[in-house]
């Protein structure tokens, strides 16, 4: 019994076992979740005005302005947002609003005029307390919406500097230490009240990633390949419990601190059992050689599972792991990552690239929609709440997908779709005064084609990659993935300064090239994932037919093996009488192929006649 075995009778006679494990490392991807879209509503933008105002060179609130002199014009307090505006009065007493205000009243230039240093907000709920206000995130200080998205993007994608980790020091040591890191900074940004310091909070919340990518990765060497696709969805449906949920969050608590508290509550009680609880991967430490500690283990989840015997079956001293050759004691060091032998396999190479592509495409497409508030419709609580709910049959339908047509497939189609869909949203007529409408309906549709795709991508790339160097491939996909997270706050903005266009034709563009460059991959339904590096699959797109494979290394060892077999099919023929060679001729002069296996069907019958005849010998 190999290990894929043992994993696949555990998990069937355990259910409780990987539900239990799937459920604790779930938490990790709500509160991924919670700390993007509780800060993002928490930034999101709240109607507001300038609350001063220039009388007689004074600068006044509104309150005063309003209560002591009256007015020559009728005007919209709410129209002055980032300049105070400045009045003259009048021979009969009256304030007049000075005329190049009263025409350009966003104008920073305007003559007689000042920038605004205090504003009114006038949010929904009257005791809202949000960080757009709190920080005055509005006129010049607007950018601090996005960027205190952009910051914690940004410690997501330096979190790569610690990948092979993973990898060195065990997928629990590593999850344990980050999430508590991200904990506690969490915790921090509740009490602190200097805008730097959050940002710095922030950063290192960013910086806590890697033990998202330690539960992606226990789930997947913890749970057999059967019910593989369905935790590795389980694990991001948990993401869309959060993602909606922000919305009601969000909505109901109006203090935007007891908002994060409440985040660290729910997810901080499932992090204090991660210690006690969850065990180290067992693959992992077969890997390294650590057999007495991979036995307890196994031992304790095979008792859990209700199957005490199966582990009799599997040998722990000689087994896949242990013959792979891979690795030593020397292999704890962070190059031995990629050694020379990686670095130089074609097959390993394409693969990492095809899986980075499609892991940058995907989650930058992904974020860019969730971060725009006005996605569905003006209300960023009601557009959180549906944008979330919408995940909910995509993933759905990417658990069945990816085991009926494949996880090859599944990427090529739902990547090429939302590309194209991207593409053709800018030529689809927008009403603002319609809710629903044709272009509400491609933009859900493309919502609904990606997130499939960034679902099931990260059970595909999981399957593709060997087990020697998986934590240090992934990480280094998921910190491209995390740059393409980083720029999607802010890049969209920049982009459509030049044409209002290019962000969704661009963003369409590279979705469908990262759709196609997938056919290259190959299938990893139904097959036991690699343990090392020559035991991976040859690249190449079948799709043209015969001969698809690119000429790699695994591709030359396939011919090699194929040659070699066509030398030993050759060899009884040789042995053979030229009478026997002669009868085996036949008119039409076919092709080789189809010769040999003439040859070949020829040839059993005379080896069984041979046989016979001594038979026939011995009993005369």
């Not at 005791?127 to 205190?148: A, G, H, K, P, S």
């Not at 991001?236 to 419990?241: I, L, R």
């Not at 997938?518 to 690249?539: C, D, I």
């Not at 790699?552 to 042995?575: W, Y």
Request: charged share 20%.
């Amino acid at each position: 019994m190999n290990y894929e075995e043992l994993l696949k009778q555990i998990s069937k006679s355990g259910p409780g076992y990987r539900w239990t494990i799937t459920i604790l490392l779930s938490v990790l991807s709500m509160k991924s979740a919670f700390d993007m879209f509780v800060t993002n509503l928490a930034t999101a933008s709240v109607p507001f005005h300038c609350a001063q105002a220039i009388v007689d060179n004074q600068t006044l609130s509104w309150t005063d302005v309003l209560a002591n002199n009256s007015f020559a014009l009728n005007f919209s307090i709410e129209q002055f947002t980032c300049r105070a505006p400045r009045f003259w009065r009048g021979a009969d007493g009256l304030l007049n609003l000075e005329d190049d205000f009263q025409n350009d009243s966003s104008s920073a230039a305007a003559t007689g005029t000042e920038k605004c240093e205090a504003w009114q907000f006038n949010p929904d709920h009257p005791d809202r307390w949000t960080m757009l206000i709190e920080y005055e995130m509005v006129c010049d200080r607007q950018y601090l919406n996005d960027r205190m998205q952009t910051v914690l993007q940004f410690g997501v994608f330096l979190s790569t500097l610690v990948g092979p980790l993973g990898d060195l020091l065990g997928r629990k040591t590593v999850l344990v230490a980050f999430c508590y890191l991200n904990l506690a900074c969490n915790l921090a940004v509740v009490f602190v009240k200097d805008l730097t310091a959050q940002m710095v909070l922030r950063f290192f919340m960013g910086c806590g990633d890697p033990a998202l990518l330690m539960g992606l990765i226990l789930i997947t060497e913890l749970v057999g390949e059967n019910y593989r696709s369905l935790h590795g969805n389980m694990f991001w449906m948990t993401w869309v419990v959060a993602y909606s949920s922000s919305a009601a969050i969000s909505y109901y608590m109006l203090n935007w601190r007891h908002q994060m508290m409440a985040v660290v509550v729910i997810t901080g009680l499932s992090f204090a059992t991660y210690i006690p609880v969850l065990p180290e991967s067992p693959r992992w430490l077969l890997t390294r050689g650590k057999t007495r500690r991979a036995e307890k283990i196994l031992r304790q989840v095979c008792k859990f599972s209700g199957c005490p015997n199966a582990l009799d079956k599997f040998e722990l001293t000689d087994n896949e792991f242990v013959n792979s050759g891979e690795d030593s004691a020397s292999s704890r060091r962070i190059l031995k990552c990629l050694p020379k032998e990686n670095i130089f396999n074609a097959d390993y190479l394409i693969t990492l690239a095809v899986v980075t592509v499609n892991f940058f495409t995907a989650a930058f497409v992904y974020h860019a929609m969730c971060f725009q508030r006005d996605f569905i419709t003006l209300d960023p609580y009601l557009n959180v709440l549906i944008s979330g709910l919408l995940e909910v049959p995509a993933y759905l339908i990417a658990w069945q997908m990816i085991n009926r047509i494949g996880r090859k497939p599944t990427t090529v189609i739902t990547m090429c779709f939302c590309g194209l869909g991207l593409i053709l949203m800018p030529f689809i007529p927008r009403d603002p005064s319609v809710v629903f409408q044709a272009h509400s309906c491609v933009a859900i549709a493309v919502k609904f084609s990606i997130t499939v795709a960034y679902s099931e991508l990260n059970v595909y790339g999981s399957e593709v990659l060997p087990t020697t160097v998986r934590s240090c491939s992934l990480f280094f996909a998921f910190s491209v993935m995390g740059l393409g997270q980083f720029m999607a706050p802010e890049l969209g903005g920049i982009l459509s300064q030049v044409y209002p266009h290019l962000p969704s034709l661009l963003y369409g563009s590279v979705t469908v090239l990262a759709g196609l460059a997938a056919l290259l991959l190959p299938e990893s339904r139904g097959r036991a994932m690699p343990n090392t590096v020559a035991q991976m699959r040859p690249v190449g797109c079948r799709c043209g037919g015969r001969g698809g494979a690119l000429s790699t290394g695994s591709a030359l060892n396939d011919d090699v093996i194929s040659i070699d077999m066509e030398q030993r099919a050759e060899q009884p023929k040789e042995e053979e009488d030229d009478e026997d060679d002669s009868s085996q001729e036949y008119p039409g002069g076919s092709s080789d192929e189809e010769e040999i296996k003439l040859q070949k069907k020829s040839s059993k019958p005379k080896s069984q006649s041979k046989q016979s005849d001594q038979m026939k010998v011995e009993l005369a």
